[in-house]
């Protein structure tokens, strides 16, 4: 597996619990969206990689022998 193949398969699994456990525990009530921040969380750091070309999760992930694809 590649580190661009593992970034998108981490942040697509990162979106997707975070709108689960929203919808879980906020249910209807979206006027606490205690686990939409990190759905932000999430699209600003992809938003700012597409921009600076730098991302964490990239280096986190060479730093454990995935290689560049």
């Not at 593992?6 to 699994?13: E, N």
């Not at 009530?29 to 700012?48: A, K």
Request: net charge positive.
């Amino acid at each position: 597996m590649t580190i661009q193949r593992a970034i998108r398969i981490i942040a697509g699994s990162f979106i997707v619990l975070s709108v689960c456990l929203s919808s879980l525990y906020n249910g209807v009530n979206l006027s606490e969206p205690t686990w939409l921040w990190l759905t932000l969380f999430v699209g600003i750091n992809l938003f700012q990689s597409g921009f600076t070309q730098w991302c964490l999760m990239e280096k986190i992930l060479s730093k454990l022998g995935l290689k560049h694809g």
